[in-house]
Each structure stands twice: as C-alpha cells, then as structure tokens.
C-alpha cells in the first residue's frame, strides 16, 4: 500500500513574529540574526539589539524581516538628522554612530576574508577604517531623476523597493553647490514649463539633472539628459540658467531615448561654456568631462590613494601596470615614484583624458592604452617588458578571469587591489593565494559614510 509522505513544514513563514538577537551587519548594512538556524536580514537592526523581527519573504536559504519592536536598543544607535532617511534608502547606515560605522565596516571586510579565504583572526592582516573627520556633504556629483507631481518639478531617486519619485534635492551627503544647482533648475524647468519625462508613459523631455562640482576648484558642471536632441525653450532655459546660476561654467546636454536604467546616452551636446571642469587631487589636476569617471569623495580620495602608495613602495625603477585605469587618476599619483606607468581601460574617452593628464603633468613615463589588461599584460611580456606592480580598481563584480590568471601567469611582485566590494576581493585573493601568493595588508577606507559601501585597499605579493 502506498504510503503518503508527510510534507516538512516550513520552519519559517512569511508574516511570522519572533524575537531575534542581531550578530553582526550584512554587506548592505542590515543587521543579521539566527531563528531556528536560518539568516534573517533585518533592515534598520544593529548589532547587539534584541528585537521582535517580522517576516516580509522567505527564501531557500535565508529570511528577510523588518523591525517590529526593538526590545534591546544598541548604544550606537542615534537619530538619523535627514527627515527622508527611511524613505530614500540612498543611505543605510544613518541611524548607526560614525565612530561604529568605521567599526562595522572593518568587520563587514573581515566577514568577507572569513567566509571565502582560510585567513581568520591574527592571520587576517586587517587595519582599522579610515574615516573622515566631517562625513557629511562629501559626494561632488549627483544625479537625480526628474519627474512631476501634479504641477510640482522633483527630482531624486525612486524610494527603497518602489516606483515613487523621492525628491532629494537638499541631500545630507551631498556637495552642498550641486544642492543649490539641482534645486535651481528644478525650479526654473517648472517656472517655464518645460516638458518633464514620464517613465511609465516613456512621453517627455527632461530626464535626469546630473550636477558635478570641483571640491578644490569651485567649478560647476551641469548635464541634462534628455530623451530627444531638441529642448523646447531650449534658449530661455539656457539664459535662466546663466542668470540664475553664474557658477555653472559647463552646461551639456546628453540623449537618451532608450528604455534603460543607464542614465547616460551615447551622444553629448555641448550647449555653453567650458566643455570640461577641473579639479585638483593633491598636486595632480584634471579635466572632466560630462561622462568621465572620477571618484566621488575627493577628500577621501587622496588617502586611498597614499594607501595605494604605501603599499606599491616604488623606487623610481619599477614597471607599474594601472589597469581598470579610468582618466588615470591612480597611474599618475604614483608616476613620479614610478620607472614606467602603463595603463589600459575599455572605455576609449577614459583613455584620451588619462593620455591628456599625463602630458599635462609632464609624466613622460606614463602611456594610456585603450583595451582589457588581460590582452595586454601578455602582448607586452611576450615584447619583454615586464611589471613589477600591478594595480587594479575593478568594478562591483572583481576582476575579470582572464585578468586574476594572467597575473597569476606573469607573478609580479606586488599586486595592489584597490576594491569596493569585499566579496569579490576575498574570492579574488583566495584564488591568488591558492597560486603562490600572499596578502600583506588590508586597509578599508570609508569613501561613503552613512552607507554599507567600503573600499579597502590590499597588498598582495609573491610568497619568496
């Protein structure tokens, strides 16, 4: 006779209520807990805090939850001053002390370390976070969606896990000029009327308000992206814009008619003023242009990068491979401690800044290439020119395959990996330690405070 089995019933359910005690901070920055030996992630709880947790979903091997009661208040917590924290989302980590934001970030790198690598407590070679002294207005560049409400302009990014438009417009971690700027021109779009894109609809002009200023330099920079070359008014707004904000000194405009979450179109149109801005990293200057990629705290900036010299410790003789290299900020902080740069990124107006900065600085030992450093790396070894340093600054995702094989391949002495996800550096190191090599150092420095992000600068070398 056949037999029916039972079916296992679910050890955790949606909408079920139960007190949890938070351990630690997730990469995202929400808090983590075990119920019945399962993970749940609990947007908003700290680690020590003993809350009454409530299901929102239930996957295969963890649970999400939000904060029902909280029973046990960490003594970290604090009142997060912006009045849209809870409904922006843009940052995570606002409720938490900055002093244990530096704390929970080194512990998030040292979480990383102890899931995908061997190294745990005295061999993890882990510094403590580098902060800021202000965290606060710290971002020179944001780009904000506009849209209507009713009659009203806003502009901002779309709420935590919805579609509603959060005007954000007077940002805490902002640049307080591209504060003023985004407010000004969502003002004047509105006093002229001027037609407002609708995602849903896919109907309108103005999309997005991209605003960058030069922290050192004063100088302003202001891209509309638009989903059709022409503005309607376009010569009204254009003269309300200088009347109103003579410290625009670049305005441009970039189209973008694609149904896409990418804010930039290919095609860019210089509408008045300088086509570029300049900003100033120690004694470096650069000229940036509407698409160029160029680090968001430049206060904290120039200590990643005297990190990154620290750990490259150049002579003035070393060969120094800069891939993912972007305008070549990295490359040329180490130039003149450097025998020869090379540097190589995909994105051929990187490369051209980068060429143009070095000139400009007179770095004749600097050359720029456009392509993946891991078709180059071999191309120039078999030419005989071999690195003594490599360094990277990968995206999200680490590097690339071919690239972690090819380093493995050419064995220079030092490797420098400048990394924002310390998921995929554990992963990466992991690999190279598995072919002969051995990490030396890990420094996290807090490029974005009040947010789950860090950066963290590695030394890896050769085992001798």
Known sequence: MKQNKARPQAI?????????????????????GYFKRTVVFVPGALPGEEVVAEVTNVHPKFAEAKIKKIRKKSTDRVAPPCPIYKECGGCQLQHLSYEAQLREKKDIVRQAFERHTKLSGDKLPLQDTIGMEDPWNYRNKSQLQVG???????????????????????CMVQHKETNIVTQTVKRILQDLNISIYNERKR???????????G??????????????????????????????????????????????????????????????????LGDLNFELS???????????????YDEVKNA???TGKEKVVDAYCGVGSIGLWLAKDAGEIRGMDVIKESIDDANNNAKKHGYDNATYVVGKAEEWLPKWVKEGWKPDVIVVDPPRTGCDEQLLKTIIKVKPKRFVYVSCNPSTLAKDCDRLMKAGFEIKSLQPVDMFPHTSHVETVALIELKL
């Open 12 to 32: 955790i359910e949606k909408g079920q209520n139960f007190p949890l005690t938070i351990k630690r901070l997730g990469i995202n920055g929400e808090g983590v």
């Open 148 to 170: 209507k409400q009713k009659e009203k302009v806003l502009a901002g990014l779309y709420g935590l896990n919805s579609h509603n438009l959060i005007d954000i417009s007077d």
């Open 203 to 213: 109907k309108g002009v103005i999309r997005t308000i991209v605003t960058r200023v």
């Open 215 to 280: 922290f050192n330099t004063g100088d302003v920079q202001l891209v509309l992206i638009t989903s059709q070359k022409d503005i309607p008014k376009k010569e009204l707004l254009l003269e309300e814009i200088k009347k109103r904000l003579p410290q625009v000194i670049s305005i441009l405009q970039n189209i973008n008619g694609e149904k896409t979450s990418l804010i930039f179109g290919k095609e860019t149109v210089h509408l008045h003023g300088e086509e570029v801005i300049q900003e100033t």
């Open 290 to 304: 509407a698409r160029a990629f160029f680090q968001l705290n430049p206060i904290q900036t120039v200590k990643l």
């Open 312 to 314: 490259a410790e150049l």
